[in-house]
């Protein structure tokens, strides 16, 4: 049975059931226990499985990552928690040389199946220090998967599939999101898988590619243009690693246009990569370049609010780039 | 489904017995020894271009890698870094460190990592990452998953004094202090980080004062000397596995050569080098076990044609194997997803 | 061509024993951060300015007192509390433009609004990732040692960042080098919601110095004079060259983390104690009973500071946001990024 709740109650609801399924889910984090949470996403977990299933850590970055790998290499399933993504910078070498490389540096013998929420995003006036969008970083990281969901409903069923996968997962979560969308959720067991994508809006105009906020406000601008007879196709590429181009490529070779949506700085992002693979596979098919929308090149995000709204991919910027595409 | 941890297969209670017997005592003898000849053999082998990469000796400072591990449980966990042979010489086959080292198609690695990362997951040693200091974060991480599982087991990690100055080396022994883990730190203090002196990565000559910033147990003992290493960790095991917490051990201790086979260490002073080698801890030990008439001087022989013998049959091994196809280089990523290679 | 350092000027070392005019001085720096603050957190209430807000109420003695009498070159690394140094060293208006964030904020309202910091100052505008400041303090140390200038740095943080490896890695580095910098680790129990008793197996935080090998100290935070009593030596030490200190202050913040936490997850007991070990009133009996400081004084040194506050948040309030395109300045000294898409 599904009812509405919103996406932060889904990823609260995924950890708690799987918590109570497995006894080796365990969270590790910054004011995850008696707090809850800086955003409340592990809100009384604490009370209800004790201060060793949800551990309150001292502020140790690379040891709350570096812990929940250990712990992954005899049995357990641990799930640490990032507070910002901008923080994820002192678990870096855990992250990369470490959770990344296991399988492969011991020749498959050893695992870590690991999911590390990162929460990210902006829109919510963080200032350079709490709106970071860093999931390219690990995108270049193989070894690692990222997922990042952007309704409720992945929310909770990527958040199980992340936990039950036996490889490293960065679950990226976007505060913006956390209570301003809202969706139906089942409320027994399910699990999104990690790697497909998803057609969220059919079109025949425009393929839209994005995730996390920019698919929400993709999804606005899209059904803004429908209005005005432009005809989105809209992507939720939910998991950036390993990336799904078959259900890309397909729409692209339909459409004959891609706008690529991404809240980070526009140098070197995940759109960066999904525009290469565009070109190099179904050329013949563009009827124009592919284009992307970003956040600015520089220092993620300034605070002053006239400057964030400046910075970001706004509805109306996506709804204008699409009319340029079309008109192309 | 509910899902359960399997549940441990031994007693909780351990009796801490850090007597070694007679027989106990010859055959730390016979693998510190192992060790030695084991890796004075591989320097050779390296010199003579018999495997790729390079080779990171351990010569000097077998007692701190090898006793450590003696008698451990099978589901003991050992976090080693780059030079800690002696660790495998104690919990693995010979067969498995010499394909390590020469990186084919049978080393526990398949060669993916590199020649002196040696781990081994039957005897629960992780293959080491470079990164200095990485395995005590690890080993933290295995102790807190005993600890949560209340299992008596104990998670031992090796550093040198050089990975002590590393931040996550810090935050990890830090964590193992506040929750009382069952953690073993073990530093090796050899004096010298790669080039760089001990004096220039603390403010004191004891690395054990290290504890004291985290409220932890430490303490300061000479690592050439065998049953010192013994009795020093035997106790901090124990205190370890009736959940008394983690201890930290500095071994002073010298390596006889460079930091690796490529490396003449010509910046450290030839009476320097002399003065350690005269505090070889293997010859201390053999002096020990003769002098008590532990060991006899027949015995050592045949503990040496014994060794030599097997590390002979543990070179071919490794010689007789190939590299393996270069497909495999797309496997081990994940478990569930092959990488492509475009373009080979 | 050859390029030297500046030389600096000769300066010399502070001086321990305060003057009386100097501890009326103080008094008046404590009491206008306490009004600073609580007023910025009415502010904050009322919508006034955008972001979050950090309240330091309670532990003014702990920034206040050791960025008192430093000389300008010294360096302060704070933290995301440490609006007591920047009542000490910047102008007033300076610290309410950057809470506002608008065009005449020290950063142009790019960073945050707690994060103070002022270049004349010698402060730098900190990162949030905690203990940040304190490695760029060593630095900043490292420097002066190799240019063998006397000058010193101040590095802050809270008992939560001494659990960070980068605060470690930069404590032990400036022992190894007796560099010239004096940590200070304030201690108010709580790092958010994780007590200290999660970060730290002991109570005292200046044991951290013994793992590195530095002289530390525990002390009363909330005593004003205490506070100077060891900060100033240890200022005078490492001026000397004769290496870092680090200082375990034991304090408290009266409010939450931030001004949106309700700080529900500590005892109010613990709250009360330590409200009434506030560390302005005792200072102001000490000086009151010494005749150091007079009703009348104290009425005119409140009045004051509310007309400069007063200035200070009209100074703020008058000015706009920068125009946009200044986000795009300040990411490189001779490149400018560019702006696609945007209008
Ligand atoms: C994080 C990191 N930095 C640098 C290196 C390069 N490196 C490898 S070994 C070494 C010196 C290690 O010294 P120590 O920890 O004392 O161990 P020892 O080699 O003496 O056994 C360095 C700098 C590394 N492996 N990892
Ligand atoms: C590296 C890093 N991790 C997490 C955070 C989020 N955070 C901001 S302040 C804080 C607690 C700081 O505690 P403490 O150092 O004791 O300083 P206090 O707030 O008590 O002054 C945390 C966890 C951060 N800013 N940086």
């Not at chain 3, 304090?251 to 001004?259: A, D, I, K, P, V």
Request: a neutral charge.
């Amino acid at each position: 049975m599904g009812r509405v709740i919103t996406y932060i109650d889904a990823i609260t609801e995924a950890l708690d059931q799987e918590m109570a399924r497995d006894e080796r889910v365990f969270l590790i984090g910054e004011d995850i226990g008696l707090y809850g949470g800086v955003f409340k996403a592990t809100k009384g977990l604490q009370k209800k499985y004790g201060e060793y299933r949800v551990i309150d850590s001292p502020i140790s970055e690379n040891l709350i990552v570096g812990a929940g790998i250990g712990s992954a290499l005899v049995g357990m399933r641990p799930v640490p928690e990032i507070q910002f993504a901008d923080f994820v910078s002192p678990a870096m070498d855990q992250i990369v040389q470490q959770a990344a490389k296991i399988r492969y540096r011991t020749g498959g013998a050893w695992s870590v199946p690991l999911v590390v929420r990162i929460c990210c995003g902006g829109d919510v006036g963080g200032g350079l220090y709490h709106s970071q969008m860093n999931e390219a970083w690990f995108v270049h990281c193989p070894g690692l998967k990222v997922v990042m969901p952007s309704n409720p409903h992945d929310a909770k069923g990527l958040l199980l599939a992340a936990i039950r996968d036996p490889d490293p997962v960065l679950y990226f979560e976007h505060k913006r999101l956390y209570r301003s969308v809202k969706g139906e959720v089942p409320e027994g067991d399910y699990t999104v898988p990690i790697g497909p994508a998803e057609v969220k809006k059919t079109g025949k105009d425009i393929t839209i590619v994005a995730y996390a906020l920019m698919l929400v406000w993709g999804m606005e601008a899209a059904e803004k243009l429908e209005k005005e007879g432009i005809s989105c196709e809209v992507i939720d590429l939910k998991t950036l690693l390993p990336i799904d181009k078959k259900t890309i490529l397909e729409s692209v070779k339909k459409t004959g246009k891609a706008l690529l949506l991404q809240e980070a700085p526009k140098t070197a992002g995940v759109m960066a990569e999904i525009s290469a693979i565009i070109t190099e596979e179904v050329f013949d098919y563009l009827d124009a370049p592919v284009m992307r929308l970003a956040g600015l090149d520089v220092p993620p995000i300034p605070f002053a609010p006239p400057y964030e709204k400046f910075y970001l991919p706004t509805v109306d910027r996506i709804m204008k780039k699409a009319r340029q595409l079309k008109a192309y | 489904m509910k899902v359960a941890y399997e549940k441990p297969k031994v007693e909780k209670t351990i009796k801490s017995d850090l007597e070694l017997t007679n027989e106990e005592k010859k055959e730390l003898y016979a693998l510190v020894l192992k060790s030695r000849m084991f890796d004075e053999r591989f320097r050779k082998l390296f010199r003579a271009g018999r495997f790729a990469g390079t080779y990171f000796s351990g010569v000097g400072q077998e007692a701190t890698a090898v006793v450590p591990c003696y008698k451990l449980l099978p589901q003991d966990f050992v976090g080693p870094s780059h030079r800690e042979l002696g660790c495998s010489i104690a919990r693995m086959p010979l067969r498995q460190i010499a394909a390590q080292i020469y990186a084919r198609s049978h080393s526990p690695d398949k060669g993916k990592s590199h020649p002196c990362s040696y781990g081994y997951k039957p005897s629960n040693i992780i293959t080491p990452a470079f990164t200095i200091g990485a395995q005590a974060v690890l080993a933290t991480g295995v102790a807190l998953a005993f600890k949560i599982r209340k299992e008596p087991y104990v998670a031992l990690s090796f550093v040198g004094e050089g990975a002590t100055a590393h931040g996550p080396w810090y935050e990890a022994v830090n964590f193992s202090a506040v929750h009382k883990l069952p953690n073993v730190f073990v530093v090796q203090n050899n004096l010298w980080g790669e080039s760089v002196h001990a004096r220039l990565v603390a403010a004191f000559e004891d690395f054990s004062h290290r504890a004291e910033g985290v409220g932890m147990f430490g303490v300061s003992i000479d690592g050439n000397d065998v049953l010192k290493v013994w009795e020093t960790v035997a106790s901090a095991i124990a205190r370890a596995r009736h959940g008394e917490g983690p201890t930290l051990i500095e071994m002073k201790t010298y390596r006889w050569y460079g930091h690796s086979e490529i490396d003449p260490a010509d910046y450290r002073q030839p009476e320097e080098v002399e003065f350690w080698k005269k505090k070889d801890p293997i010859a201390r030990y053999e002096k020990y076990l003769l002098d008590n008439r532990l060991l006899s001087p027949e015995e050592k022989k045949r503990i040496e044609a014994k060794l030599e013998a097997e590390i002979e049959e543990a070179v071919e091994y490794a010689e007789g194997g190939e590299y393996a196809p270069a497909e495999w280089a797309l496997e081990d990523v994940y478990a569930d997803f092959k990488v492509e290679a475009p373009d080979r | 061509m050859k390029v030297a350092y500046e030389k600096p000027p000769s300066e010399t070392p502070s001086e321990f024993g305060l003057s009386p005019k100097e501890k009326k001085e103080l008094y008046y720096l404590l009491l206008k951060c306490r009004m600073f603050d609580e007023r910025f957190r009415k502010l904050f209430r009322a919508g006034r300015f955008a972001g979050t807000y950090f309240s330091a109420v309670g532990q003014e003695a702990t920034t206040v007192v050791p960025s008192y009498k430093l000389l300008p070159q010294d360096f302060i690394g704070p933290a995301h509390r440490e609006l007591g140094c920047n009542i000490v060293r910047s102008p007033l208006k300076v610290i309410a433009a950057q809470i506002y964030a608008r065009a005449n904020s020290p950063d142009k309202g790019l960073s945050h609004p707690c994060h103070y910091g002022y270049k004349p100052a010698n402060i730098i505008t900190p990162a949030s990732t905690v203990a940040g400041q304190s490695v760029l303090a060593v630095g900043v140390a490292l420097a002066y040692k190799i240019r063998k200038e006397p000058y010193v740095a101040l590095a802050f943080v809270g008992e939560g960042g001494t659990a960070m490896g980068p605060w470690y890695e930069a404590v032990n580095f400036a022992a190894v080098h007796k560099l010239p910098v004096v940590f200070i680790v304030q201690n108010n129990l709580w790092g958010e919601s994780v007590p200290a008793r999660l970060v730290g197996a002991f109570e005292d935080f200046s044991h951290r110095a013994d793992g590195v090998g530095m002289p530390g100290v525990s002390i009363d935070g909330n005593d004003v004079l205490k506070v100077w009593e060891t900060t100033a030596p240890a200022v005078a030490r490492a001026r000397r060259g004769e290496g870092p200190t680090l200082i375990e202050m034991k304090t408290y913040r009266w409010y939450g983390h931030s001004e949106i936490d309700p700080a529900d997850y500590r005892p109010k007991e613990e709250v009360e104690y330590w409200k009434k070990r506030d560390p302005i009133p005792a200072y102001e009996k000490y000086l009151m009973g010494n005749k150091k400081l007079t009703l009348e004084e104290k009425k005119q040194i409140e009045e004051k500071i509310d007309k400069e506050i007063d200035e200070a948040v009209e100074f703020a309030e008058a000015a706009d946001y920068g125009p946009v395109e200044w986000v795009l300045g300040d990411v490189y000294a001779d490149f400018k990024a560019d702006a696609p898409d945007r209008p």
